[in-house]
């Protein structure tokens, strides 16, 4: 089990660095800090952090890259 939550993380973590170019493009950024549950962490920076289209961004498009990848996760979940 722990094997597959570190394969999991790893995966996760290659996904939020494919992602950060376009957030980083506009002002913003983020950052990996737990997997847990089968939920995943991030903390949103920058330009990000106050966007009035967070959540549009936090699910439809973290969290959607992230689940086809990584089926097992349930939520992106943000924290400030």
């Known amino acids: ?10 995966k996760i973590k290659e996904i939020i660095n494919k992602l950060k170019p376009y957030l980083i493009s506009d002002g913003g950024d983020i950052e990996f800090v737990k997997y847990e549950n089968n939920i995943v962490y991030i903390k949103m920076l920058g330009a990000c952090a106050g ?4 959540d549009y961004t936090l699910k439809d498009g973290i ?3 992230i689940k086809e990848e990584v089926p097992e996760v349930k939520e992106v979940i943000n924290i400030s």
Request: some cysteine.
């Open 51 to 54: 966007c009035a289209l967070l």
């Open 63 to 65: 969290e959607m890259a």
């Open 1 to 10: 089990m722990l094997v597959i939550k570190m394969k999991n993380e790893e």
